[in-house]
């Protein structure tokens, strides 16, 4: 499933406390330069719309940096969660791959959320995946003592590959089986590819890991 247009955004809403590029993030890395404050900091690669974190942000002991690599879905995401005026979640417009290899220190994360990434369908385009070996040491080297990554895809086969990248190249626990919820309303979903995917009656492959 292709992504779809996204609505226009209000040119009047501020984003300078949501958003930043690659190049704006501190160096070295500090999480309290971005939140005003040291808190818990949860990590999700791929943001699209912004769905899951909204919802995150209601967690308010938390934070939650985003990290979207098309620039219109990370000011999109990043201006909805202005429009919601919450202090704890905001979207950097770069690749991931940098940010977690070059910036983020070691034992600096709770959580790392990967939903539905970009499958890669054709074999020579694999390599481009963001489940890879390198993206999974510097996962397992940026987490904390029980910290936890979560990965959600709707392509088995690169479920099914990527478990065994992670048991192969990581000492994280798992896998970890997470139920899948019935949904409450017609936005209770972790993603908007989420609630398209179950929308369609199609299987989401949903995993958890964590570092002993």
């Given at each position: 499933m292709g992504r779809r247009a996204l609505r226009k955004i209000d040119p009047s809403i501020d984003l300078t406390?949501?958003?930043?590029?690659?190049?704006?993030l501190p160096r070295p890395w500090d999480a309290a330069m971005l939140f005003d404050r040291l808190a818990p900091l949860e990590v999700e690669v791929g943001s699209g719309k912004g769905l899951f974190l909204r919802s995150a942000a209601g967690r308010p002991e938390v934070d939650f940096l985003g990290i979207e690599v098309v620039e219109k879905?990370?000011?999109?995401?990043?201006?909805?969660?202005?429009?919601?005026?919450?202090?704890?979640?905001?979207?950097?417009?770069?690749?991931?791959?940098?940010?977690?290899?070059?910036?983020?220190?070691?034992?600096?994360?709770?959580?790392?959320?990967?939903?539905?990434?970009?499958?890669?369908?054709?074999?020579?385009h694999r390599r481009r995946r963001v489940m890879r070996e390198s993206f999974l040491?510097?996962?397992?080297?940026?987490?904390?003592?029980?910290?936890?990554?979560?990965?959600?895809?709707?392509?088995?086969?690169?479920?099914?590959?990527?478990?065994?990248?992670?048991?192969?190249?990581?000492?994280?626990?798992?896998?970890?089986?997470?139920?899948?919820?019935?949904?409450?309303?017609?936005m209770d979903y972790r993603t908007h590819f989420e609630r398209r995917v179950r929308q369609a009656d199609a299987p989401v492959y949903r995993v958890e890991f964590r570092k002993k």
């Open positions: 406390n949501h958003f930043r590029t690659f190049d704006q879905y990370a000011c999109f995401a990043a201006a909805s969660l202005a429009k919601m005026g919450v202090t704890n979640a905001m979207v950097v417009h770069g690749d991931a791959l940098r940010v977690f290899h070059e910036l983020l220190p070691d034992e600096s994360l709770e959580a790392v959320h990967v939903y539905f990434p970009d499958p890669w369908w054709k074999k020579r040491h510097d996962v397992q080297r940026t987490l904390r003592s029980g910290g936890s990554l979560h990965f959600w895809t709707d392509v088995e086969e690169y479920f099914q590959t990527s478990l065994e990248l992670i048991a192969a190249h990581t000492s994280l626990h798992g896998p970890l089986t997470v139920p899948e919820p019935t949904a409450e309303h017609d």
